[in-house]
């Protein structure tokens, strides 16, 4: 499998937004990123799936194949679910220590720091948070399964 | 002065955000400080920042006198009998904990009711949450109708002889919702009960007068009303507050301490443990000042001519529903846009300078009554101009593009 690095990922990330000369343009493609994000199935929108923030709701599910992790999410606001949709593509299907090392330059690279400072409002940083959990909890899972070996 | 030109006292308003003209319409949250407030801020630091009550210096006497000015002109501007009923707080908040944590002790038992309404601000909701589960006292609640406005004859078959507090809003953060206090109140006395009044909305916009309110408590926060953050007031009436506990220990609250016993203060000294907020509790009076001057009926009238042309504009937008159309209403318009998160309206709306509220405005039982997972919310203050809501209708037509 020809998988590409997460910083690979975040660079092809920041050469696409670096083509958009207004916020218009940029926030047009977030808000398309998030259409186009696929629906998250009604069995996934559990409430121990929520990540609590304070206006959108976004729900969080992962799963661990074959020592990758696997993210779906989705949200009720298009913005953050177009947010969601990049992180889902920077950081799904990668390792559980390369999703812990990520550092997500491209997040500020973007300009969507601002998205990152609100946390109360929009939950960006809760959600990576979330993220790198998983990849933690997964990486005990695994390492607790090798020394039993 | 013409209202018009005042706003050229609030320098903040000159600057440019993601490279056009600011238009701040989130009055509710926090009001903008006329040059005024900001001058007594700085003036404090630099020529008289001293504590105050004891020292006998220069210094002292002028803060003491300063600060003890603000609580005279706060006593004026809500229509207290004496200073000794003003106490000062860091805001709204602190001053309904304040009451829940001693009256709500010394008077709530188990069986007790407390009544709140339907759209309270999560802050006139958890502190009588807290006491209710601690003295096993019940928390009953006024429904709201869609209008948003509270069901009176619901709220009077609320009241009965286990009722000991009626806390309410005086006006809605989240709606606009001008409530019929004197009604509310005159029904609680009637039953029994004391009346605790949030006038975290209303203090900037209404005329206040606690005696003739006949509120038992009232409280309001300084960065509501053009002043600082840090500093609101607390008022209750002279007989509730001499009996009532004290709130926090410390200095400033004593009269006299030894291992073995400590006499308290006398009002309204009493409440004030610490080294207050000096500095916040004078440029209040700037604020406070800065309104008298202005006159609350200009400052209404002006608001009110806002709201109409708002709601107005607003309604022509296809899809959109405004949240909220009480007959009496301040200031305020929420709304919602069909098939369109409200944070993603404000996200877009930032990006064009237009600073609005979204989301549930910490009224979430709220916005649960309505189904809806918050709000849009622009909120009006005095310096604020018809043609920043053209700006705002401009604005939500290309976001609803943007977003559809």
């Known amino acids: 499998m020809n998988i590409k690095l997460i910083h690979e990922i975040e660079k092809e990330i920041i050469e696409d937004f670096a083509l958009f000369d207004s916020w218009e343009d940029k926030y047009e493609y977030i808000i398309d990123m998030g259409k186009k994000l696929p629906v998250l199935e009604d069995e996934y929108k559990l409430d121990e799936n929520k990540i609590k923030g304070c206006q959108s709701t976004v729900w969080l599910v992962a799963s661990y194949n074959d020592g990758r992790v696997f993210f779906k999410a989705d949200s009720d606001a298009v913005i953050v679910k177009g947010l969601i949709s990049m992180l889902i593509k920077v950081l799904s299907g990668h390792t559980p220590a390369e999703i812990i090392d990520a550092r997500l330059d491209f997040i500020r690279e973007i300009g969507m720091m601002t998205h990152l400072a609100q946390t109360r409002s929009n939950g960006l940083l809760s959600m990576i948070k979330q993220m790198k959990n998983y990849a933690i909890a997964f990486q005990a899972i695994s390492n607790q399964k090798t020394d039993y070996k | 002065m013409a209202i018009s030109d005042l706003r050229q006292q609030f320098p903040i308003l ?3 955000v ?3 003209p600011l238009v701040y319409f989130d ?5 903008q400080k006329p040059q005024v407030v900001i001058d007594a801020l700085t003036h404090y630091y630099t020529h008289y920042n001293a504590n105050i009550h004891r020292g006998i210096h220069t210094l002292a006497e002028e803060a003491t006198m300063a600060y003890e000015a603000t609580r005279r002109a706060a006593q004026e501007f809500i229509g207290a009998t004496s200073e000794e009923e003003i106490i000062f707080t860091r805001g709204t908040t602190e001053g309904i904990n304040l009451v829940a944590y001693t009256w709500g002790r010394q008077n709530i038992a188990t069986g007790d009711e407390i009544i709140i309404s ?3 601000h999560h802050s006139n909701i958890v502190p009588w949450q807290i006491l209710c589960e601690e003295k096993g006292a019940v928390l009953k609640v006024i429904p709201v109708n869609d209008n948003g406005e509270l069901v009176m004859d619901a709220y009077k078959a609320l009241l009965n002889i286990k009722t000991k507090l009626v806390s309410v809003v005086h006006v809605s953060n989240s709606l606009g919702t001008v409530n019929p206090i004197k009604e509310i109140i005159e029904a609680a006395h009637k039953a029994g009960a004391k009346v605790l009044v949030d006038g975290a909305q209303s203090a900037v916009h209404l005329d206040i007068n606690v005696q003739e309110m006949d509120c038992d408590f009232f409280a309001f926060s300084g960065h509501k009303v053009y002043g600082p953050t840090g500093v609101g007031v607390l008022y209750g009436k002279k007989e509730l507050l001499e009996s009532m506990p004290v709130f926090q220990g410390g200095g400033e609250m004593i009269k006299e301490v030894t291992f073995e016993k ?4 006398d009002l309204p000294y009493k409440y004030e443990a610490g080294t207050p907020n000096i500095a916040d509790t004078i440029a209040l009076k700037a604020a406070l000042d ?3 001057e202005t006159g609350k009926p200009a400052i209404r009238a002006h608001e009110e001519k806002l709201l109409n042309y708002a709601t107005a504009q ?3 937008i296809p899809g959109l529903t405004i949240i909220g159309n009480a007959k009496e209403k301040v200031s305020l318009v929420s709304f919602v846009i069909k098939d369109i998160h409200p944070q993603d309206v404000g996200v877009l709306l930032d990006n064009q300078g237009i600073a609005v509220r979204t989301g549930h405005h910490c009224t979430q039982p709220l916005m649960a009554r ?6 849009i919310r622009a909120s009006f203050a005095l310096y604020n101009q018809k043609e920043e809501i053209d700006t705002l209708i401009t604005g939500l037509h290309k976001t609803i593009k943007m977003l559809s």
């Open chain 2, 370 to 375: 309505f189904g809806i997972p918050g709000t």
């Open chain 2, 262 to 265: 400590t006499t308290y203060n």
């Open chain 2, 27 to 31: 009055n509710a949250a926090t009001s």
């Open chain 2, 290 to 292: 800065f309104i008298k």
């Open chain 2, 314 to 316: 607003l309604q022509a």
């Open chain 2, 14 to 16: 000159n600057r440019m």
């Open chain 2, 118 to 120: 339907g759209m309270e």
């Open chain 2, 18 to 20: 993601k490279g056009k």
